[in-house]
């Protein structure tokens, strides 16, 4: 059974910082890709991060520079450092093991506010 356990959200002001957690269960994590995703009230989903299993990366435009994919595989952990964050990036963020494989994690809230 995997699973996969965020921690890591809470209330930020604009500039601030906060770091994710992601730690998923079972021996298939570094195989695979994780992905980051964010789900704002009365949006859809957007894909915000993702990295390979060894280690390349990629971002959505909206956060570049700002945000920070890694993964440590020993661990089974993937991680997202924000920085310099803004009231847009408030969210839901969720983790994701792979594409379409159905593995997520519970999500956790990001909120940006003065």
């Known amino acids: 059974q995997v699973q996969l356990v965020e921690s890591g959200g809470g209330l930020v002001q604009p500039g601030g910082s906060l770091s994710l957690s992601c730690a998923v269960s079972g021996s298939i994590f570094k195989i695979y890709a994780m992905n980051w995703y964010r789900q704002a009230p009365g949006k859809q989903r957007e894909l915000v991060a993702t990295?390979?299993?060894?280690?390349?990366?990629n971002y959505a435009d909206s956060v570049k520079g700002r945000f920070t994919i890694s993964r440590v595989n020993a661990k089974n952990t993937v991680y997202l450092r924000m920085n310099n964050l803004k009231p847009e990036d408030t969210a839901v963020y969720y983790c994701?093991?792979?594409?379409?494989?159905?593995?997520w994690g519970q999500g956790t809230q990001v909120t940006v506010s003065s």
């Open positions: 994701q093991l792979g594409q379409g494989l159905g593995y």
């Open positions: 990295i390979t299993g060894i280690g390349n990366t």
